[in-house]
């Protein structure tokens, strides 16, 4: 059943990339569920966390990702072949404030952590392609900055929160990063960030979450739901929980996130947290418009679900834009990643922009271009005032 419904919510993420472009939503017809449970082994050990998260550390070489028909001759990249440049001038943002990251998993040399919460024994690697985005009725919204041409990556800070989502809503609030190229449906899109996502981990919990979608078959993953990205780090896990969430007028947390093209291998690489470690990537053979560069990155909040705009839940702090540091929730040091390995902060204006889908029911504030990157508040209690 749980299975089920994680299936049901990686459909929505397949339509960010029509309304991150201004597209509007869609409504699709029904697609076919092919729905397969693949078997995982190697499982080395098994960790519960406090809070009643459970992990299997598997065989780096044995991980479900690694059942994509088209990984079948990948070799594992254990580390990037190169660092991006980035010149971080230390934190000119005027306000206190703490880094934090996921939780660290405790998982031995050699393996990975897959997030198993009493699904164990059938993993979690669903449809090969991932999911179908023909199907479902979805609404989104999504306020933040979007940046139009060539990119290898992109980083940013994002403000932890934990934004009320209804437990049955089936919908989703997300402080996200994305990159896209393609045009329309053909779209190919990679995305990491913190979601509140209660169909598909079961609670309301912000969890840290990756995603993709294959414009060329139009479909969907989150996390481990289907084969494709490549974990290398050991102590880290997706879906994993955030050392700290930050107090509405009380203290500040946020989490550096980073996304960029190897150079040489093609692969997208994600990494987080103080050291920017790299914890792992989609391969490149996963896409076909991605596979060079992005074409239109996003930074901000996003909601999506069957009623994410008519019983919208909320994003960021859940308070207006406007409410400023320590209230509202807010993206810093956006920049993007250029084909010089370097990240740097976008100059041109005319492909920046940064507005809100409806500002009844959330707003930004104080978008600011400065050194290092862009900045901007967001958020917005949705339909509950
Ligand atoms: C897993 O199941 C056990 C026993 O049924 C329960 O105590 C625990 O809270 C569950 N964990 C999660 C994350 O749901
Ligand atoms: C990248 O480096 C080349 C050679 O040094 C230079 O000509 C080009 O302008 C650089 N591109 C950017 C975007 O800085
Ligand atoms: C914005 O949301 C409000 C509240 O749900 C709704 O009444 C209004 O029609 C929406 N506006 C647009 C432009 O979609």
Request: aromatic content about 12%; charged content about 20%; some cysteine.
């Amino acid at each position: 059943m749980k299975e089920k419904q994680a299936i049901r919510v990686s459909l929505l993420l397949s339509f960010l990339f029509l309304v991150t472009k201004g597209e509007g939503t869609r409504y699709l017809k029904h697609g076919e569920d092919n729905t397969r449970v693949l078997p995982y082994r190697q499982v080395k050990k098994t960790i519960q966390m406090k809070g009643g998260d459970v992990y299997d550390c598997i065989d780096v070489n044995a991980q479900p990702s690694l059942n994509h028909p088209k990984l079948k001759d990948h070799k594992i990249q254990m580390q990037p072949s190169s660092f991006p440049i980035w010149f971080d001038t230390e934190s000119e943002f005027p306000h206190s404030w703490w880094e934090v990251q996921p939780y660290t998993i405790d998982c031995p040399i050699g393996t990975v952590s897959i997030l198993c919460n009493n699904r164990s024994g059938n993993i979690i690697a669903h449809n090969i392609d991932g999911v179908s985005s023909i199907g479902l009725q979805t609404e989104t919204e999504a306020a933040g900055i979007r940046y139009y041409d060539d990119v290898y990556g992109a980083r940013a800070i994002i403000n932890v929160y934990e934004p009320r989502v209804n437990k049955d809503s089936k919908d989703l609030s997300a402080a996200w990063v994305q990159i896209n190229n393609g045009k329309g449906e053909h779209t190919d899109t990679i995305g990491a960030g913190l979601e509140v996502n209660p169909s598909f981990s079961g609670d309301t919990f912000v969890r840290f979450h990756i995603s993709w979608t294959n414009g060329l078959y139009k479909k969907s993953c989150i996390d481990h739901s289907c084969p494709g990205f490549v974990q290398v780090d050991h102590k880290f896990g997706l879906g994993a929980r955030i050392e700290h969430v930050s107090v509405y007028g009380g203290p500040q947390y946020a989490m550096g996130l980073y996304i960029f093209k190897d150079p040489k291998s093609k692969n997208w690489w994600v990494g987080y947290g103080k050291e920017n470690t790299p914890f792992g990537y989609w391969p490149s053979e996963l896409f076909t418009f991605i596979n060079h560069k992005g074409d239109f990155v996003f930074w901000g909040g996003f909601v999506q679900g069957p009623t994410a705009s008519s019983k919208a839940p909320q994003m960021g702090s859940g308070h207006f834009a406007s409410a400023g540091f320590g209230r509202a929730a807010y993206i810093r040091n956006a920049q993007i990643l250029n084909e010089n390995n370097t990240y740097v902060t976008p100059e041109d204006n005319i492909k920046v922009d940064h507005r809100t889908s409806n500002s009844t029911l959330y707003t930004i504030d104080q978008f600011e271009v400065d050194t290092p990157g862009m900045s901007i508040y967001y958020g917005g209690p949705g339909s509950v005032v």
